[in-house]
């Protein structure tokens, strides 16, 4: 292997463990290190100071490490069946108190070899996730089991003191909560905190995020559920076309495609929004952005006709509206996954690739890409991030 590919990626996974940290530790205090753009303006009990860094491995540690399983897993698979693949190119991002930031966008590992066969494809697309869904169940089932004591919450809001253990009955109100992230549940995590964790120790759902560890769990099983969904050339796209082939395969992936579609920008507009607009003219010009914005992630599923693409536009943008006079006001999809979208539509494709030997699996193989799908519906939150009005 290169040795500059290789030191490469060393820099890259020492960079990343590193903004994983600081956003690690920003997230359990949360408090900002790095503050370019407010300055003074920020007061001091709201600045983390370059001593108090270090607790953000708690998050880190476990995070990168799911993210490693996972990359891993794809990456040993390849090499048992003599297909030459890089070591995983982890990819750092660090907002700070710019915004929303995990630290990290994931991690990446290059096939350099064709993948010739059906199975082939199966195999090293379902390694990862499952490698690393089972390091993510073992984080989640430790940091629910290794809860802090009740009061570790008054080491991050010192104000709540005042009110003891009852503090949530004074605290927990609209005003004082607007803008705070909370996490959707998943079926898994539900689980967790219904039946694994200990009801006296298990912290509201505004501060998860204070947890590290499971904090880290969770993100671990987000990109878990994005990895598997069935569609295109992700993980989950090959298990799929290893279980039904490439006819049925190319039937149903570009119809989960339009569903998902669908739904991540379902509520972005509505009757009553459009009924209630202080201004058509600029609700009509963000209408039109979003049905180009469609059209340009529908252009790969039938690039001979471009027309294909903005009828498909236009018909979920149609009934998206018209959907919203039926269902409750305020219903709405996740529109984060928008850029999922275009990542799928646009540079990764529905489709899959041809495979020169279209060998069925055998049943054992069956099994496990089933259980890899219920693991999706285990994983996938409908709202992952909510931010409260």
């Known amino acids: 292997m290169n040795r500059?590919?290789?030191?490469?990626?060393?820099?890259?996974?020492i960079v990343t463990l590193i903004t994983t940290t600081f956003a690690g530790a920003e997230w359990m205090t949360g408090r900002y290190f790095f503050y370019p753009f407010i300055g003074d303006q920020l007061p001091e009990a709201a600045k983390l100071h370059l001593d108090e860094i270090w607790q953000g491995l708690q998050y880190s540690l476990p995070f990168i490490g799911i993210l490693t399983a996972h990359e891993f897993g794809h990456f040993f698979t390849a090499r048992h069946y003599k297909i030459r693949a890089t070591l995983p190119y982890y990819i750092p991002v660090w907002f700070s108190s710019l915004g929303f930031s995990i630290g990290t966008m994931g991690a990446v590992i290059r096939i350099l070899d064709r993948t010739k066969s059906r199975l082939q494809y199966f195999d090293i697309g379902i390694a990862g996730p499952l490698a690393g869904f089972v390091v993510a169940f073992g984080v989640l089932w430790y940091g629910f089991t290794h809860l802090p004591p009740a009061h570790y919450i008054f080491s991050i809001h010192p104000e709540y003191m005042k009110y003891g253990l009852d503090y949530a009955k004074h605290v927990y109100d609209a005003k004082n909560m607007s803008g705070s992230l909370v996490l959707g549940d998943n079926l898994l995590f539900w689980f967790f905190k219904k039946y694994v964790a200990d009801p006296a120790l298990l912290p509201n759902i505004f501060e998860i995020t204070h947890y590290p560890f499971l904090m880290a769990g969770y993100?671990?099983?987000?990109?878990?559920?994005?990895?598997?969904?069935p569609i295109g050339q992700l993980d989950g796209g090959h298990i799929l076309y290893g279980l039904i082939g490439k006819k049925w395969f190319n039937r149903i992936s570009p119809v989960l495609f339009i569903i998902f579609t669908t739904y991540s920008?379902?509520?972005l507009f509505t009757i009553q929004g459009f009924s209630n607009a202080e201004s058509d003219m600029d609700s009509f010009m963000w209408l039109v952005i979003y049905i180009f914005f469609l059209q340009?992630?529908?252009s790969r599923i039938n690039p001979e006709n471009r027309m294909t693409s903005w009828v498909l536009a236009l018909a979920v943008t149609v009934f998206q509206i018209v959907l919203s006079y039926f269902l409750p006001a305020g219903t709405q999809g996740f529109s984060g996954f928008l850029l999922f979208v275009f990542l799928l539509g646009r540079i990764l494709g529905v489709y899959h690739p041809e495979v020169e030997i279209d060998e069925p699996l055998d049943w054992k193989r069956k099994l496990l890409g089933w259980i890899s799908l219920l693991i999706f519906i285990l994983c996938f939150s409908p709202q992952p991030f909510m931010q409260m009005p």
Not at 4 to 9: D, N, P, R
Not at 219 to 229: G, P
């Open 265 to 267: 920008g379902y509520g």
């Open 296 to 298: 340009i992630c529908f």
């Open 4 to 13: 500059k590919t290789v030191l490469i990626q060393i820099i890259l996974f």
């Open 219 to 229: 993100l671990a099983l987000f990109f878990t559920a994005l990895n598997l969904i």
